[in-house]
């Protein structure tokens, strides 16, 4: 509790010194915090400088690691947040000082159960890089290849929650008490948040990970993604080979290495777009600090990945509905791309499609009138997404994950080779697909994919013959049972109803009888009760009309 007040106050501090209240409604919130903030924004007056992305950008740098990589999510969401502070928390750097060397190798032998000098030939105390979450030293194995080792930071775990908690605290009270803050939907941010940075620490995940983007790569000349040595891998360890490259935001580097930089932009964005519909499964943290080239063959430039943490995926409706979006923007069909939100279930199904097609026309035409090869292909995206959410377009994490990939490729790419133009490169990938998804080789790879199963299903097929006949034949019986059931109940019903008058003769004929021999029947009949009556009818009823 000791160390949550301290916390606590040091985020109070940073409050005053940023100027953080001025993000906050104070005429909105109770009198108690309308008070202590109206008190805050007093004190920390004289601080009151620079634009509010900037005061945001050096508070969360100022808070920690931690709030540095939230920070650093937040500026993805351009779906939620204004230009100016996307702008200004973009610029954040996970700046953290390493962690002794002595404590990672107590880390790493722990980890592996036995001494570092019998694990490897040759183990480095000074770290090669350090992040937030992890650092990274470099080493030689016994069988003599060269890797590098990324060991979790001691006793992060803790500090993540007891941050992520005070991150939930604050978002709760932005949620409540501000409608820019609800529009924002703080509380979801936080979790995908959560949800991310836990991700991180489980550097078993990110070997699984690294091995099957190494697979789909698998001797492309694309893509390269360093070999993962399983046996040194653990929850809090990961050892991985040591891959040399230039890395790609090196611009000078990489033209001294005489490397075709128009190739090398445009395999970016082929490897981006192989990864989401041909593997469903991509990068999601494509940031220059993760990518490196492969210059030994310049005009054919291959890109080096590394840190896979954070990955994402697509479903087939997914990646089918995002496809025919794309295209029909290139074709400015706004109608189509309205009507796929609709079927996709990215908004309400009453959602009025031609509402939806006007809005999205108003924002993304003016941006058609520059030449493609200036239009942003990630700034379109984020345009529809800020439309979508007009109609109450439900956050798709997914989606998120790829539009801050797209973001990245395409500034990277346009880094590298201005000119890049992102359409002419993604529309015939696109097209492409679209056609393999309809064509023939569809049915053929279906059938192929599917062919295993049904050979697992081909001799039970005789057997389930069988029992469908023989259910059919017993239900058939039944069913001629049932009908002549019915066939004479109706018979019977004829029957009664063609009697019915006889019998009602019939019971008059007794009465008649019974007062012509009484002479007293008609003064029993007048002084009978209602029961007793009843009790007669009754009783000449079962006599003569019951059959």
Sequence with gaps: MWQNLKRVGRIVNVVIRYRLDTFIPIDKLPWFLKYTFGALSTLGRQNLQGSRGERLRLALESLGPIFVKFGQLLSTRRDLLDDDLADQLAKLQDRVPPFSGEDAQVIIEK???APIDQLFDKFVLTPLASASIAQVHTATLKTGEDVV?????????????????????????????SKDGRRLKPVEVVSDYEYTILDELDLAKEAANTGLLQRNFHE?????????????????????????????????DLNNAKVNMKCLAERGVEIFFTQVFDHSFFHADMHPGNIFVDPSNPESPKYIAIDCAIMGSLTDEDKNYLARNLLAFFERDYRMVAQLHVESGWVPKNTP???FETAI???????????LKDISFGQVLIGLFQTARRFNMEVQPQLVLLEKTLLNIEGLGRQLYPDLDLWVTAKPFLERWMK????????????????????GQLPQIPNLIYSALSQASKQEERAIAQTQALMNLNKE????????????????????????????????LASADIMSLGLFIAGIYLLVLKP
């Design 493 to 524: 019903l004829k029957r009664n109803r063609r009697n019915t008058p006889f019998k009602v003769l019939g019971i008059l004929s007794i009465i008649s009888a019974w007062i012509v021999s009484d002479p007293m029947a008609l003064k029993h």
């Design 361 to 371: 026309r108003s924002v993304c035409e003016p941006m058609f009138a520059k030449p």
């Design 436 to 455: 393999r998804q309809i064509g023939p080789q569809r049915v053929f790879d279906e059938i192929k994919k599917q062919a295993p199963e049904w050979a």
């Design 149 to 177: 080792i990324k060991v979790i930071r001691p006793n992060i775990e803790s500090t993540i929650k007891q941050d992520i908690g005070l991150l939930y605290s604050l978002a709760k009270l932005l949620n409540k008490y």
């Design 111 to 113: 980890a592996l159960g």
């Design 220 to 252: 492309s000349d694309l893509l390269y993604v360093p070999q993962v040595h399983w046996d040194y891998c653990r929850d809090n360890v990961m050892v991985i080979e040591r891959i040399s490259g230039i890395p790609v935001a090196n611009i000078n």
């Design 353 to 355: 499609v031609h509402a």
